[in-house]
């Protein structure tokens, strides 16, 4: 038996406006590591500002959101199910489990791993749901991946470690099913709603890692270098958590109102491009012509995904059985 994709069919108007916030967000998401790096150098461990973000970011929402649109609050209570697993995978396990991989391996082998998500989102598409994908949709993941692949550098410095490799596949898994998940609450309910409790349960989740109290909260006034600036460690923090965090994840899940899972967690992969780009403008990080070249891929991988999304879906035909 086949079944259709679970996503409405939407118009050009609709998909530019959802190809518009998931580039937004991908811009807000690419700005976490140059924010957040200094912060790091001046003494915070990376699980310890994940908790941070999160935490920060789940009490802006919750603010914001009860002040002007309260009714965004409600949840009926069949949506609790989507909003805990988008909260515990989407927004706690990828961060947490991205940031074990970074503590164990080069970063650009971490990154290519955790951004291996729209491949495992098209596979699911593909045998999961029975949908048959556009070949210029795979052709365009896999244009996509070649791209990361130069963009993050994995030959420099190359070591494996299993205990990182895990975690870096395990981060994959999780942001593939934060497109998936996202994809389906945010067709059920309003995503920002979604957004904010699931901001919610992932700061609780992480804390229970990285509790509050553990932070060294005597560094938040230290100057951290950011640019040619030099900034306390906790406007850095606020940022990252108002900017990389609450708005990136509100940007994405809404984006998902309008992008079917495939096409956002593609266009997704513009955020190492940005990322490396900020790191190159405020952290004087060396960019090389293999990064160059690579961002040229992955965007036209990412391009050709785009277009893919203008045909038609069809069912797949159903697998053999015995």
Same mark, same amino acid.
């Given at each position: 038996?086949?079944?259709?994709?679970?996503?409405?069919?939407?118009?050009?108007?609709?998909?530019?406006?959802?190809?518009?916030?998931?580039?937004?967000?991908?811009?807000?998401?690419?700005?976490?590591?140059?924010?957040?790096?200094?912060?790091?150098?001046?003494?915070?461990?990376?699980?310890?500002?994940?908790?941070?973000?999160?935490?920060?970011?789940?009490?802006?929402?919750?603010? &914001?959101?009860?002040?002007?649109?309260?009714?965004?609050?409600?949840?009926?209570?069949?949506?609790?199910?989507?909003?805990?697993?988008?909260?515990?995978?989407?927004?706690?396990?990828?961060?947490?489990?991205?940031?074990?991989?970074?503590?164990?391996?080069?970063?650009?082998?971490?990154?290519?791993?955790?951004?291996?998500?729209?491949?495992?989102?098209?596979?699911?598409?593909?045998?999961?749901?029975?949908?048959?994908?556009?070949?210029?949709?795979?052709?365009?993941?896999?244009?996509?991946?070649?791209?990361?692949?130069?963009?993050?550098?994995?030959?420099?410095?190359?070591?494996?470690?299993?205990?990182?490799?895990?975690?870096?596949?395990?981060?994959?898994?999780?942001?593939?099913?934060?497109?998936?998940?996202?994809?389906?609450?945010?067709?059920?309910?309003?995503?920002?709603?979604?957004?904010?409790?699931?901001?919610?349960?992932?700061?609780?989740?992480?804390?229970?890692?990285?509790?509050?109290?553990?932070?060294?909260?005597?560094?938040?006034?230290?100057?951290?270098?950011?640019?040619?600036?030099?900034?306390?460690?906790?406007?850095?923090?606020?940022?990252?958590?108002?900017?990389?965090?609450?708005?990136?994840?509100?940007?994405?899940?809404?984006?998902?109102?309008?992008?079917?899972?495939?096409?956002?967690?593609?266009?997704?992969?513009?955020?190492? &491009?940005?990322?490396?780009?900020?790191?190159?403008?405020?952290?004087?990080?060396?960019?090389?012509?293999?990064?160059?070249?690579?961002?040229?891929?992955?965007?036209?991988?990412?391009?050709?995904?785009?277009?893919?999304?203008?045909?038609?879906?069809?069912?797949?035909?159903?697998?053999?059985?015995?």
């Amino acid at each position: 038996m086949t079944t259709e994709l679970a996503t409405p069919v939407t118009t050009r108007g609709h998909r530019t406006r959802g190809t518009v916030f998931i580039l937004l967000a991908s811009v807000a998401f690419a700005s976490s590591g140059p924010l957040a790096k200094p912060a790091m150098q001046a003494g915070f461990a990376p699980q310890q500002v994940a908790a941070a973000r999160a935490v920060i970011a789940a009490v802006a929402l919750l603010v &914001v959101v009860a002040i002007f649109r309260p009714g965004l609050l409600r949840v009926r209570r069949e949506n609790w199910r989507v909003i805990v697993a988008y909260g515990l995978v989407g927004v706690g396990a990828v961060q947490l489990l991205f940031f074990l991989a970074v503590s164990r391996l080069p970063v650009g082998v971490a990154m290519l791993l955790e951004y291996t998500s729209p491949a495992l989102v098209a596979l699911w598409v593909r045998f999961v749901r029975h949908v048959r994908l556009p070949a210029l949709s795979w052709a365009g993941t896999a244009l996509a991946l070649v791209g990361l692949t130069l963009v993050a550098q994995v030959w420099d410095g190359l070591r494996l470690d299993a205990v990182g490799v895990l975690a870096g596949m395990g981060a994959a898994l999780c942001s593939a099913g934060y497109y998936l998940i996202g994809e389906r609450g945010a067709g059920e309910q309003h995503p920002i709603g979604m957004v904010t409790w699931g901001m919610v349960v992932g700061a609780v989740a992480i804390s229970v890692v990285a509790p509050p109290w553990s932070l060294p909260l005597d560094r938040l006034g230290a100057a951290a270098e950011f640019g040619p600036w030099h900034l306390p460690v906790w406007t850095l923090l606020v940022t990252v958590a108002l900017v990389s965090t609450a708005l990136a994840y509100a940007l994405s899940t809404t984006s998902l109102r309008d992008l079917p899972s495939t096409v956002a967690s593609v266009l997704a992969l513009s955020e190492p &491009v940005v990322a490396t780009l900020l790191a190159w403008l405020l952290l004087r990080e060396t960019l090389t012509a293999a990064q160059l070249v690579g961002m040229a891929v992955l965007l036209s991988g990412a391009l050709l995904v785009q277009l893919a999304a203008r045909a038609p879906v069809t069912p797949a035909e159903p697998m053999p059985t015995e």
